[in-house]
């Protein structure tokens, strides 16, 4: 049987310079930034044009019930998971398998951690003392980025427990290109924490 | 291969450095977040720790440190470009307003004289 072999998943190619994957994670992530940029634009418009009384004026602390604790939290638990994950990676580029696959499940545990914290102690409270998206601008936007957010932790999720358990079998036939992958995912899971470090004070300081 | 060990020992240098940086950092971002400077002020200040913070994983966790492929650098310039227009939007699109209103627009939280003016 044949199998299809995708070109310059270890090499560089020639013409990048870089192995494609990375490439690729690269000009996706590039998208990304379009994506939640323009999200954080259009915080500034609805912010900066919003009346300075009224109904329609934006909430304060005491009204937007978010607590920074929480989000501070999640913000070492997110930090906690980068490190993990660049761990993971330089461990296996040193031929540690064992190790850096325990760094992946410690990455994996704290994007689940992330997703509980988020959902058992703000989004379910929230949602109980009735503040929705529809609540106002704030929370609109509120439910919108950290959804949009949670969504790529759920995302990372998928991608580290596919490497962890079935995906982890590429190892033992092409460690490089095992290696690589995980690099690759890394530079994904570095840019979710990237843009909850922006996230965290815009939401829960300011 | 065992000069990429010791390049490796090296980042993980770097790393733990990193997350000690990022730790300390959210936690002054928290604590001057508590003083009110202005509007402006505050909004400067956490910004400015978050572009740091960020810059820190891009450069460490994200190897740009290291990075020397024109292609991935071309990639971002573009998309720094194209980040600063979106981000752009908002005062394009206030700037064909007339003056008083673009005043009242972004002075409204300050409760600017203006604001007043056009409310009565």
């Not at chain 1, 290109?177 to 829960?204: A, K, Q, S």
């Not at chain 2, 991935?72 to 194209?82: D, E, H, N, S, T």
Request: charged share 10%; with cysteine.
């Amino acid at each position: 049987m044949s199998v299809a072999v995708l070109p310059h998943t270890v090499k560089p190619h020639p013409i990048t310079g870089v192995y494609s994957g990375k490439l690729g994670i690269w000009l996706f992530l590039a998208s990304e930034v379009m994506l939640f940029g323009a999200l954080f634009s259009s915080y500034v418009l609805l912010r900066v044009g919003a009346p300075a009384e009224g109904p329609a004026a934006w909430p304060s602390h005491a009204d937007t019930h978010l607590s920074w604790k929480i989000g501070g939290i999640n913000t070492l638990v997110l930090i906690i998971s980068s490190v993990t994950m660049v761990m993971a990676w330089a461990e296996l580029k040193m031929n540690n398998f064992t190790k850096g696959r325990w760094y992946l499940a410690a990455t994996l545990a704290l994007a689940l951690t992330f997703i509980v914290v988020k959902l058992a102690f703000e989004y379910i409270p929230k949602f109980q003392h009735g503040l929705l998206p529809s609540t106002n601008n704030f929370f609109a936007l509120y439910f919108t980025m950290t959804g949009l957010h949670g969504l790529h932790v759920l995302g990372g999720v998928i991608v580290i427990a596919w490497f962890l358990l079935p995906g982890s079998g590429l190892w033992h036939k092409d460690p490089e290109y095992f290696t690589n992958r995980i690099e690759c995912t890394g530079l994904y899971w570095h840019f979710v924490d990237l843009v909850w470090i922006f996230l965290f004070p815009v939401m829960y300081l300011l | 291969m065992a000069g990429a060990h010791a390049d490796i020992s090296k980042h993980k240098r770097a790393y733990y450095a990193v997350f000690a940086a990022l730790a300390v950092l959210t936690v002054v971002t928290v604590a001057v977040a508590q003083f009110h400077f202005s509007d402006v002020g505050n909004v400067a200040v956490a910004l400015a720790i978050a572009a740091f913070k960020a810059s820190l994983v891009a450069a460490i966790f994200m190897h740009l440190k290291w990075e020397k492929a024109p292609s991935i650098w071309w990639a971002l310039a573009i998309c720094g470009i194209f980040f600063i227009a979106l981000l752009a939007l908002p005062v394009l699109t206030n700037s064909d307003n007339p003056p008083q209103v673009q005043h009242t627009m972004w002075d409204v939280r300050a409760g600017a004289a203006p604001a007043a003016h056009t409310s009565h």
